[in-house]
């Protein structure tokens, strides 16, 4: 199947540090990008939706100068936590999307904010 | 809002037997199911998928259901073995259109004992 490849793996940072996380998409290139937080034992939930170019989408209820998306390639979208509070502490999946293709997800990021 | 429902929420088959998994969704207009498997700290992995113009597909000892009318769909795994035991999710992507956007269900953590 397709790889995407997400990093870092796992960030352990202090409070009011900002976190940049990596998701490429290296076999085939996305024109949409999402990104996701799940909460242990709970399902994913959409937080954006990251169109090559365009500005990302955000869910209600998800802040968008805190979580700032960038997808400056058809192959590489980045979320920003900003000024990230223990709150922010979370599984943080992307997955990478083409028309009529199946959603592939990176394997997460950890992050721990002290 | 669309929603998917997902049951049951944790599943103990002993190894060889059959597990199903079933999940209803909401938006008629939803023609794309997919469904994912998840292990400990890694991301989604895409095990099979079905979209609405068939009732039925196999592979190998997965095979998932749909039934448009009613809205539901399932996931049958046979002679499970102990590396299914993960968590698995099902997805219907929102809306009839191509935007990508899945809604997950809530998660069923299969433990297949030896």
């Known amino acids: 199947g397709a790889v995407v490849s997400q990093h870092p793996s796992r960030v352990i940072c202090k409070s009011g540090t900002s976190v940049k996380i990596e998701c490429r998409s290296l076999?085939?290139?996305?024109?949409?990008m999402f990104w996701y937080r799940q909460f242990p034992k709970q399902s994913l939930m959409l937080m954006a939706t990251s169109n090559e170019g365009s500005k990302a989408t955000y869910e209600q209820g998800v802040e968008k100068d805190k979580f700032l998306i960038n997808h400056a390639s058809l192959t590489l979208s980045t979320l920003t936590v900003t000024s990230a509070h223990p709150e922010d502490s979370s599984f943080y999946i992307c997955?990478?999307?083409?028309?009529?293709?199946?959603?592939?997800f990176g394997d997460g990021t950890r992050l721990s904010i002290l | 809002g669309e929603n998917v429902e997902q049951h049951p929420s944790t599943l103990s088959v002993q190894e060889g037997d059959s597990a199903v998994i079933k999940c209803t969704y909401s938006?008629?207009?939803?023609?794309?199911f997919p469904w994912y498997k998840q292990e400990l700290g890694k991301g989604p992995q895409l095990i099979i998928d079905i979209r609405s113009n068939v009732g039925e597909k196999k592979d190998q000892r997965i095979a998932v259901t749909l039934n448009k009318t009613a809205k539901h769909f399932s996931l049958h795994i046979t002679e499970t073995q102990p590396e299914d035991s993960a968590v698995y999710f099902c997805?219907?992507?929102?809306?009839?259109?191509?935007?990508?956007?899945?809604?997950f269900g809530q998660g069923t953590t299969l433990q297949v004992k030896p």
């Open positions: 997955s990478a999307y083409r028309a009529n293709q199946p959603q592939h």
């Open positions: 076999d085939f290139q996305a024109t949409t």
């Open positions: 997805a219907a992507r929102y809306g009839s259109g191509n935007t990508g956007k899945l809604i």
């Open positions: 938006d008629s207009a939803s023609n794309y």
